[in-house]
C-alpha cells in the first residue's frame, strides 16, 4: 500500500503535493519523493524516511512549478532507501512515474526490458512501468501509456509525467484506488480523498481499467481502448478525519474490510492453484535444505505467535514437521534446545518488537536458520533474517492487529505448500493451493453479515467475562479472538481448549456468562457439541460458530454463525473474521477507545 498525488493547475505544485502527501501517510511512510515539471525540465525529488527528510531536503526548491506528482511508499519490492523511493524516472529521464499496487509479471518485463539495452537503477517493480512508458514513446504521452497497459499484470494506481509535456498527467488504475479531483481551472489526483479535501470534495472515483488524462482543458476520463467515458461526480460528504479512515467511524473497522484485498495482494503472484506450487522471492531454501530441517521453533509475540500457533497444527499436520509454540519473551529465557536442524519462524507485523528480536537472535546464535514473516520491509526483523516473507497488509494503524493477523496466516499457508513441495512430500499441494486462492472471496462473504455481528455484540457488551472455546486449529484462533476482545474492549476474556473445561474454567460459567464456541473442525464436531452441553448446563449464552450445513449445532448453542465452507486446514482466515467484528462491535458498545487501547502501543520497542 503506498499513497500517490498529482496536481495540474495555477498554484505552485509542491506545497499542494507535499500536503495531499501528509495526509496518505496512512498508506505507507517509509519513504517519499516528488517529480515536478518546471521551466528547466523534469525534476525529481525523493528521500527514505519520513516527509520531513523529503521537505527537508527539497527545503524551498521546485517552488516554480505548477503541475507534478507524489508518492508516499510502503516498501513491497526493494528496501526503503533513496533510490528505490518513487517517482522512478526511465532511462533517458524524461518520464516520471509514482505507482500504488504491485507488478506482478514485473521480473519478466524488467528482463525483457534489459534485453532491449534499458538500464535499472532499483530493486522496484514500479521502475518497469518508467522503462515501458519510455519503450513505447512515439510522442505522445497518453499513447505510451495506453500501449504499455496490456503488458501490465498486476495491481496498480498510476501517474506518469513526461518533459516534453508540462501540461499533461496521465493517471491509471486497477485494483488500487485512484481518485480525480475536479478544481476550478485545475485538477488533481490522488490515491485517497482526504489528499483533496482541502482543495474540492468534487470527485471522479476511477473504475478498474479507467485512464484519467489531466490537462489545461480540465480531466478527461477514458476506457483501456481510448474511448471518452462520461463519468459521474462524486460529492464528498465527510470531513476530513472520516476521509482518511475512508468514512469507517475507526481504523480498525476499516482494517477489517481491508482484508479481502491484503489477503489477495499476499497471494499474488506466488500461488499457482493448478500445480500447488509456490514462487516466494525471499525464501531461498533449498531442496536438500528444506529436508535437512528436524524441527521448527517459533519466535513471536501476542498475536503473531497466534498466527504461529495455526503454523503448528498445519505443518505437523501436513509436513510431520515438530513445531514448537512458544512466545518470544519466554523462549528467550528457557535456554531453548536449537541448532543447525531447526528452523525458526520468526513472525512479526512491525519487524521491530524487542522480544522478538531478542528470540531470533538467540536462534541464530544456537545455530538455527532464520525464517522471518514480516508486514514491513527493511525492519530489523527482516534484515536480520536469512530468508523473508513478505506479508502485503499495508500499513496496520489500529493498535489492535487484523489484516496483518490474516496475512501472516496466509504466509503459513504459502509457506507448508513451499516447504513441502521441496521436501518432497506435497500430494495435498493442489487442493491446497487451489482452495487457498478463493479465501478472499470468502472473507468478503463473512464481512458481508457484519449487521449480524453489531447484534450480537450488544449481548456480550454488558458482561465482565467472556470465554472463546475450540479443539485444534479452532483453539488456535479462540486465543486470537479472545486477546481481540479483552485489549480493546476491557472486558476479561479467556480462550480455552474446550476439552480443559471440565479442569478448572468451568468453574467461571454462570447463568449468562457469554461463551463463543468455535465448531468448524469436522473431526471435532462431536466433541465440541459435548462441551457447548456442559457450558449450556451451566447457564451460558452460548454463540456458535460453524460450517455451513452444520445442523447438529443449531440443536445446541443459543446462536449460530454460519461460515462458508472450505478446506478444513484454511479455516482460520475466514473463522477469525467474525471474532474480530464481534470485539470491534463489543469495545463500541462499550464505549472504548477502539483504535488506542489504553496501556498499549502497536509496536513494542522494549522488553
Ligand atoms: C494484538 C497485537 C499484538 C502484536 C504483538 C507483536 O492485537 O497486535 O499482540 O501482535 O505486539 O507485534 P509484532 O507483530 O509487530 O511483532
Known amino acids: 500500500m503506498c499513497g500517490i498525488v498529482g496536481y495540474l493547475g495555477h498554484r505552485q505544485a509542491v506545497p499542494v503535493l507535499l500536503q495531499g502527501l501528509e495526509r496518505l501517510e496512512y498508506r505507507g511512510y517509509d519513504s517519499a519523493g516528488i517529480a515536478v515539471i518546471d521551466s528547466s525540465g523534469l525534476k525529481i525529488t525523493k528521500s527514505a524516511g519520513r516527509l520531513t527528510e523529503l521537505k527537508a531536503r527539497l527545503n524551498g526548491h521546485l517552488d516554480g512549478a505548477t503541475l507534478g506528482i507524489g508518492h508516499t511508499r510502503w516498501a513491497t519490492h526493494g528496501r526503503p532507501t533513496d533510490t528505490n523511493a518513487h517517482p522512478h524516472p526511465d532511462c533517458s529521464g524524461r518520464f516520471a512515474v509514482v505507482h500504488n499496487g504491485i507488478i506482478e509479471n514485473y521480473q519478466e518485463l524488467r528482463q525483457w526490458l534489459k534485453a532491449e539495452g534499458h538500464t535499472f537503477l532499483s530493486e522496484t517493480d514500479t521502475e518497469v512501468l518508467a522503462h515501458l512508458v519510455e519503450h513505447y514513446y512515439r510522442g505522445d504521452l497518453l499513447q505510451a501509456v495506453m500501449a504499455m497497459l496490456p503488458h501490465v499484470k498486476g495491481s ?6 513526461g518533459k516534453d509535456h508540462p501540461r499533461e498527467i496521465v493517471g491509471v488504475r486497477y485494483d488500487s484506488p485512484l481518485i480525480v479531483g475536479l478544481g476550478r481551472e485545475e485538477t488533481f489526483l490522488a490515491s485517497d480523498i482526504p489528499a483533496l479535501l482541502p482543495y474540492t470534495k468534487n470527485t471522479y472515483i476511477l473504475d478498474n481499467g479507467e485512464v484519467a488524462y489531466l490537462s ?4 478527461r476520463i477514458l476506457d483501456g481502448t481510448g474511448h471518452l467515458k462520461q463519468k459521474q461526480v462524486f460529492h464528498v460528504s465527510w470531513d476530513l478525519e472520516a476521509a482518511e479512515k475512508g468514512g469507517y467511524p475507526h481504523f480498525m473497522l476499516k482494517e477489517i474490510h481491508e482484508q479481502p484485498r491484503a489477503l489477495r495482494d499476499t497471494l499474488a503472484g506466488r500461488l499457482d492453484p493448478a500445480s500447488g506450487r509456490v514462487k516466494l522471492d525471499g525464501v531461498r531454501l533449498t531442496p536438500e535444505e528444506a529436508k535437512a530441517i528436524r524441527k521448527v521453533a517459533l ?7 497466534y498466527a504461529g500457533m495455526v503454523a503448528k497444527y498445519v505443518w505437523e ?11 518470544a519473551s519466554e523462549l528467550r529465557y528457557r535456554q531453548p534446545l536449537m541448532d543447525e536442524g531447526t528452523l525458526g519462524l520468526v513472525i512479526s507485523q512491525s519487524g521491530e518488537t524487542a522480544d522478538t528480536l531478542a528470540g531470533l537472535r538467540e536462534a541464530r546464535r544456537l545455530g538455527a536458520r532464520i525464517l522471518a514473516v514480516t508486514n514491513v520491509v527493511g525492519s530489523s526483523v527482516a534484515r536480520e533474517a536469512d530468508d523473508v516473507l513478505y506479508t502485503w497488509a499495508g500499513p496496520e494503524i489500529a493498535v489492535a492487529s487484523t489484516k496483518a493477523y490474516l496475512t501472516q496466516v496466509a504466509a503459513v499457508y504459502l509457506l507448508a505448500l513451499y516447504l513441502g513441495t521441496a521436501r518432497g512430500e506435497a500430494p495435498w499441494a493442489a487442493e491446497l493451493a487451489r482452495e487457498l486462492s478463493v479465501t478472499p472471496s470468502k472473507v468478503e462473504e463473512v464481512l458481508a453479515l457484519e449487521d449480524r455481528f ?18 485444534g486449529l479452532d483453539y488456535a484462533v479462540a486465543l486470537e ?5 479483552k485489549e480493546i474492549s476491557y472486558l476479561h476474556a479467556e480462550a480455552c481448549p474446550a476439552g480443559e473445561l471440565k479442569h478448572g474454567p468451568l468453574a467461571l460459567i454462570e447463568d449468562g456468562t457469554p461463551v463463543v464456541a468455535l465448531v468448524t473442525q469436522e473431526e471435532l464436531v462431536e466433541k465440541m457439541l459435548s462441551n457447548i452441553r456442559e ?16 445442523r447438529a449445532v443449531a440443536a445446541e448453542a443459543d446462536c449460530v454463525l454460519y461460515l462458508p465452507r472450505l478446506h478444513n486446514l484454511l479455516t482460520p482466515l475466514v473463522s477469525v473474521v467474525p471474532l474480530q467484528l464481534l470485539a470491534y462491535y463489543t469495545a463500541a458498545a462499550r464505549g472504548c477507545s477502539v483504535d488506542k487501547p489504553r496501556n498499549l502501543a502497536k509496536s513494542v520497542t522494549v522488553e
Open 156 to 161: 496498480y494506481a498510476v501517474a506518469v509525467i
Open 216 to 219: 489545461p482543458e480540465g480531466p
Open 299 to 305: 519466535i513471536a509475540c501476542g498475536t503473531a505467535s
Open 317 to 327: 499436520k501436513l509436513l510431520r514437521l515438530p513445531v514448537e509454540f512458544d512466545v
Open 454 to 471: 453489531r447484534e450480537l455484540a450488544a449481548r456480550i457488551a454488558p458482561h465482565e467475562h467472556a470465554f472463546f472455546l475450540g479443539r
Open 481 to 485: 479472538g479472545a486477546l481481540k476482545l
Open 535 to 550: 457450558v449450556k448446563a451451566r447457564g451460558a449464552w452460548v454463540l456458535a460458530l460453524a460450517l455451513e450445513g452444520n
